[in-house]
């Protein structure tokens, strides 16, 4: 079955760098549209970035400029560059697939990362 696992989340002090990185099994990951999402307590789970069907991508207005969303379809695995890191950043960031075929969704455990100094 498809399985996302994330690894890469931390403290990291404020102005910091992470890379967030998803394994993925199971699947045929060129068919897939990956992105990452985010959640804290109290909030829905949000967009960061994502991969979008036409191969370009899209990220959350909070994190232009600073984040970078990649993939390695060698590999299977998509990774997540943030840079600049703030506060309010801190969150549980979740993997996601997305089938570009028949639309069925997954999703990983997700990884804590926690910006603080």
């Known amino acids: 079955q498809v399985q996302l696992v994330e690894s890469g989340g931390g403290l990291v002090q404020p102005g910091g760098s992470l890379r967030l990185s998803c394994a993925a099994s199971g699947m045929i990951f060129e068919l897939y549209d990956m992105g990452w999402y985010c959640e804290t307590p109290g909030k829905q789970r949000e967009l960061v970035a994502r991969?979008?069907?036409?191969?370009?991508?899209k990220y959350a207005d909070f994190v232009k400029g600073r984040f970078t969303i990649s993939r390695d379809n060698a590999k299977n695995t998509v990774s997540l560059q943030m840079n600049s890191l703030k506060v309010e950043d801190t969150a549980v960031y979740y993997c996601?697939?997305?089938?570009?075929?028949?639309?069925?969704?997954?999703w990983g455990k997700g990884t804590l990362v926690t910006v603080s100094s």
């Open positions: 996601n697939a997305v089938n570009m075929y028949n639309g069925r969704e997954y």
């Open positions: 991969f979008t069907g036409s191969g370009s991508t």
